[in-house]
């Protein structure tokens, strides 16, 4: 299956916009095995997300330990869930093609978030897999964001945020649709101008919980046509509360608490289109 097959069905089984960050805290697990944490988080949540997102750093932090508790995490995930490398990738050609045969041939994610940087040549080796998805970092959640991906360019003769510009060529690269965009809650107002502009690409949109993003908006402005296309990701706040690991029952709780509120967003936005 695809990836994009794996989150349609995911996020209808589970009745899911949800996509949960399996992110390892040294400091808060005080000393808790990191793969029977994180495996213990899979298990009570799998029935209610639609993906998870490993973001490697967390694991690479801590050498072979973390190496070995990815590969655990891994393998206690769902054939049927989506597993997204959050690993933010972009080199030259060449090492691209090792970047994209590490996460997908040898770890088996089925997608990974992509820096585009670089242009075309850097993110084409993660595009020549049909069944997996390159997810384009567009626009971001941090306070940062704007340093760059607000300056306006001019692009096929257009001036336009450089954002945008990413968007648009991210649209060419889809031929084979297996192309999505990360684009941060925190800026539900060009996340809306990027639906437009992409109205078929999946979208990653971390920034809600420990960024504060706010659901209701970046929920409206990203569903696609069929009332679906995102991948609401939070992390921190299903696995810790303060600075303590969640039990697997709390996990389960935290996660379908805000599984239950984006869909309540979501079935609004549906409302709101009726009428």
């Not at 490993?54 to 508790?69: C, D, K, R, V």
């Amino acid at each position: 299956m695809t990836f994009r097959d794996k989150l349609v069905n995911a996020t209808q089984r589970n009745n899911s916009l949800l996509c949960v960050g399996l992110d390892p805290d040294p400091v808060r697990l005080h000393g808790m095995d990191v793969g029977s944490f994180l495996c213990s988080i899979v298990e009570a949540t799998s029935d209610i997300v639609c993906a998870y997102k490993p973001n490697l750093a967390f694991y690479e932090q801590m050498g072979e330990t973390g190496y070995q508790a990815l590969r655990d995490v891994l393998k206690a995930i769902p054939n049927d869930v989506p597993v997204i490398a959050d690993a933010k990738r972009g080199d030259i050609g060449h090492t691209a093609e090792a970047y994209a045969r590490a996460i997908y041939d040898e770890l088996g994610f089925d997608a990974a978030t992509v820096n585009p940087y670089l242009g075309g040549d850097a993110v084409k080796p993660f595009l020549m897999r049909e069944d997996k998805t390159a997810l384009i970092v567009c626009r971001t959640s941090n306070p940062g964001a704007g340093d760059f991906q607000d300056l306006l360019v001019t692009f096929e003769g257009k001036t336009q945020p450089l954002f945008e510009a990413v968007a648009r060529r991210a649209h060419d690269w889809n031929s084979r649709g297996n192309v999505g965009l990360v684009t941060g809650a925190t800026y539900p107002e060009e996340m809306a101008r990027l639906r437009h502009l992409c109205p078929e690409m999946p979208f990653l949109v971390p920034g809600i919980g420990a960024q504060a993003g706010d659901l209701g908006p970046a929920v409206r402005a990203g569903l696609d046509a069929e009332g679906a296309g995102i991948m609401i990701n939070a992390s921190r706040q299903i696995l810790y509360e303060g600075d303590a690991p969640r039990t697997a029952a709390s996990a389960r709780a935290a996660a379908a608490s805000l599984r239950d509120a984006i869909e309540r967003e979501r079935a609004g936005a549906r409302e709101e289109l009726r009428t």
